[in-house]
T-cell receptor
Framework: AQSVTQLGSHVSVSEGALVLLRCNYSSSVPPYLFWYVQYPNQGLQLLLKYTSAATLVKGINDFEAEFKKSETSFHLTKPSAHMSDAAEYFCAVSDFSVGGTSYGKLTFGQGTILTVHP | KAGVTQTPRYLIKTRGQQVTLSCSPISGHRSVSWYQQTPGQGLQFLFEYFSETQRNKGNFPGRFSGRQFSNSRSEMNVSTLELGDSALYLC?????????????FGPGTRLTVT
């Protein structure tokens, strides 16, 4: 079964600084990976996804993530943090199995709360 | 195109009661997945429906059930509510044709069990 580990439950950066949120996955097959953001009292919004087309994935609001198979990582970055980026971020892996398909299940990491201070 | 909608947004129930939550997917999406979000357990998958059929189920007791209608709208039901069922319940819709398709989430229903 797939699993996801997000390193750091809280990350704090200054406005304008680089944002780096870490995600490592465990999977016996090539994974499909996603990053979502959740603002208070809202649902999850998709930032970007990796489905093996390209290892560097660009998403909305200048976020991007790089898939590194050798490190089993899919870290999320943004060159310059804005105050509006303050939220909780979730890395997720799509659940499927070789020889069959397990539909509709995303396995999420525990989330990383990003704080941006002036 | 309208997003995923969930009703009601907030709900307060008493232990032992039952509750039904509703989810309307994005137009054209045939897959609806349900998740439970709590501070302690995080986001956990409940089940997924596609064309009125449950294709996948998470590790939740039988008190949690769902269904999907021919217009792809979905409901989930929790019977004999327990205090631990207090959570944000999220539904997500997708084209559902395979696992590469992204899921789009609704705003959630906040359930409080007293």
């Amino acid at each position: 079964a797939q699993s996801v580990t997000q390193l750091g439950s809280h990350v704090s950066v200054s406005e304008g600084a680089l944002v780096l949120l870490r995600c490592n996955y465990s999977s016996s097959v090539p994974p499909y990976l996603f990053w979502y953001v959740q603002y208070p009292n809202q649902g999850l919004q998709l930032l970007l996804k990796y489905t093996s087309a390209a290892t560097l994935v660009k998403g909305i609001n200048d976020f991007e993530a790089e898939f590194k198979k050798s490190e089993t990582s899919f870290h999320l970055t943004k060159p310059s943090a804005h105050m509006s980026d303050a939220a909780e971020y979730f890395c997720a892996v799509s659940d499927f199995s070789v020889g069959g398909t397990s539909y509709g299940k995303l396995t999420f990491g525990q989330g990383t709360i990003l704080t941006v201070h002036p | 195109k309208a997003g995923v909608t969930q009703t009601p947004r907030y709900l307060i129930k008493t232990r032992g009661q039952q509750v039904t939550l509703s989810c309307s997917p994005i137009s054209g999406h045939r897959s609806v997945s349900w998740y439970q979000q709590t501070p302690g357990q995080g986001l956990q998958f409940l089940f997924e429906y596609f064309s009125e059929t449950q294709r996948n189920k998470g590790n939740f007791p039988g008190r949690f059930s769902g269904r999907q209608f021919s217009n792809s709208r979905s409901e989930m039901n929790v019977s004999t509510l327990e205090l631990g069922d207090s959570a944000l319940y999220l539904c997500a819709s997708s084209l559902g044709l395979d696992s590469t398709y992204e899921q789009y989430f609704g705003p959630g229903t906040r359930l409080t069990v007293t």
